[in-house]
């Protein structure tokens, strides 16, 4: 009789046992849940904030409010930051008036770059320029030589101004205590002349330029040594860059990923869309706004 009351205890207390793990269990998936929820909420408050003042929120920055805060905002140098478009009048110019050729010439210098990178040869981004703008005008028929195509590219390259966007913006991300660094294809020097005749240079905690390592973007090594140096995990890190091709190296590497979309510019569609896209750095601005990100008022 005493071992079956003992083994009515066992049973009952197994019984106990169970029913409170299935209680945790359901209190547990009832947190995630309401966790999950609560995102959402806040998530579209956010939007309905950012609509309220007049922003349009598109469909691809709906899981925007989900992102922790970057510590560190890399920034690409030319179309993202810096307007090309003295830089397609000498180059359009220099192929005899043909400015709609700048697309090609870029794409073709890109091609290039990446030719080299896998390859493990090494041309700075001047050299790689100048001989894909000879090759775009042997295509067409047109002559011209080294040094005369050489010029066309580094002399207006150099002094391109800053979209109307950007100082605003930078001084904005400056005093809400973001740091603040950029990362080229360009050498060192050069990207040290485009931002003191561009009036960017007091924005920028460094500069990094590939020629460190001598491997294009979007090598992933190229990321990697800016967030070896920072010091940083790279979902505290985002990329911001008017290219695609940027930004799938820089996703790929684990950073958080901003495209502004400047004038001709999309996204490449094989690859996961970034973050945030916005149509300008304005609009980035205004929606870390919204998410809190400035600790004080500028």
Request: hydrophobic share 40%; no cysteine.
């Given at each position: ?141 047109i002559d011209i030589n080294y040094e005369d ?150």
């Amino acid at each position: 009789m005493s071992i079956s009351i003992k083994n009515n205890r066992a049973t009952a207390k197994v019984i106990t046992n169970r029913e409170e793990i299935i209680r945790s269990k359901f209190y547990l998936k009832a947190l995630i849940t309401l966790t999950f929820l609560m995102a959402i909420l806040s998530n579209l408050n956010a939007q309905e904030a950012l609509q309220d003042k007049g922003i349009k929120v598109p469909l691809e920055n709906e899981n925007i409010q989900l992102l922790p805060k970057p510590r560190v905002i890399i920034f690409d140098v030319n179309e993202t930051l810096l307007d090309m478009i003295p830089l397609k009048k000498s180059v359009g110019k220099a192929l005899n008036g043909r400015e709609d050729l700048l697309p090609l010439w870029f794409s073709t210098m890109l091609h290039y770059s990446l030719v080299e990178t896998v390859t493990g040869n090494y041309h700075d981004f001047g050299e790689i320029g100048t001989a894909a703008l000879m090759m775009v005008a042997e295509t067409q028929g047109i002559d011209i030589n080294y040094e005369d195509a050489k010029e066309s590219i580094v002399t207006p390259l150099r002094s391109l101004p800053a979209h109307d966007d950007v100082v605003l913006s930078l001084k904005k991300l400056r005093k809400g205590g973001f740091g603040i660094v950029s990362l080229t294809n360009s050498s060192a020097k050069g990207v040290e002349t485009q931002f003191k005749n561009a009036g960017l240079t007091n924005f920028f905690d460094h500069r990094y330029s590939i020629e460190t390592i001598k491997k294009y973007k979007p090598h992933l090594d190229t990321y990697k040594m800016v967030l070896k140096d920072l010091g940083v995990n790279p979902s505290e890190v985002l990329m911001v860059a008017a290219h695609a091709w940027d930004l799938a190296g820089a996703k790929k590497a684990g950073l958080q990923t901003a495209f502004i979309k400047r004038p001709g510019k999309v996204l490449y569609p094989n690859v996961e869309k970034p973050d945030y896209i916005v149509n300008n750095l304005t609009e980035l601005i205004k929606i870390f706004e919204e998410k809190g990100y400035f600790k004080i008022d500028y």
